[in-house]
């Protein structure tokens, strides 16, 4: 695919969306970075009769920025960890050389059942113009495809933007880990924060048609 951006305004026709092949695209670093005014936080109370957990937004004294540069392991396409994952995007081809300008990658959890989305990233010169919905929408159409019960991704409390995109997506928050990326993820007001998004919700671990 050859599109410049400076001359062909982008859509979020599922047409721009192409298969970023394992061979081509292995180890293509993923720019996760964002600036951030609020973030989600997560109030914990313990009691010999129940547990408790609220996540209340607030907004930060100032605005705070996260890089790839502050994490031992920067995203990437094709990581090994991910065995099976296949991405998809948009990328740029200029004297034939290839910038990816948007992607999502996919691996199956296969003992669950569900589809894992592990990356989604879109250029900043690309918001606002469908291309996250159109990403998630052939996330949604491999995971009906593969009978999975459910997708589920990870993002962060204080990443706000994108816990707004994934609900009006569909998605529900299953759950959170506090200690994900530091001891002090509470603290740093950067807790993991779980979320999923329902193909079936009266189906067990296996799918119908995936029972032998």
């Not at 994108?162 to 950067?190: M, P, V």
Request: negative net charge.
């Amino acid at each position: 695919m050859n599109m410049s951006l400076k001359n062909e305004p982008l859509t979020s026709s599922p047409g721009f969306i192409v298969a970023l092949p394992k061979e081509e695209w292995k180890g293509t670093p993923i720019l996760m970075k964002y600036t951030t005014e609020e973030y989600y936080d997560l109030e914990i109370s313990e009691s010999d009769e129940a547990f408790g957990a609220r996540m209340v937004r607030k907004k930060f004294e100032k605005p705070v920025t996260h890089t790839p540069e502050e994490y031992d392991f920067p995203d990437g396409l094709y990581q090994d960890h991910w065995e099976n994952a296949e991405a998809y995007g948009i990328y740029t081809e200029e004297n034939g050389k290839k910038t990816m300008m948007a992607c999502i990658e996919v691996c199956p959890e296969e003992w669950s059942n569900r589809l894992m989305v592990t990356e989604l990233w879109v250029h900043d010169s690309l918001h606002r113009q469908g291309i996250g919905t159109a990403l998630m929408n052939k996330a949604k159409e491999i995971a009906k495809a593969q009978g999975r019960r459910a997708i589920i991704l990870e993002t962060q409390s204080c990443n706000v933007r994108a816990i707004a995109f994934y609900r009006s997506q569909g998605f529900e928050l299953l759950g959170f880990d506090k200690c994900c990326y530091t001891n002090q993820d509470i603290e740093r007001h950067e807790i993991r924060f779980n979320f999923v998004y329902y193909l079936d919700r009266r189906a067990g671990r296996w799918a119908e048609n995936n029972e032998k």
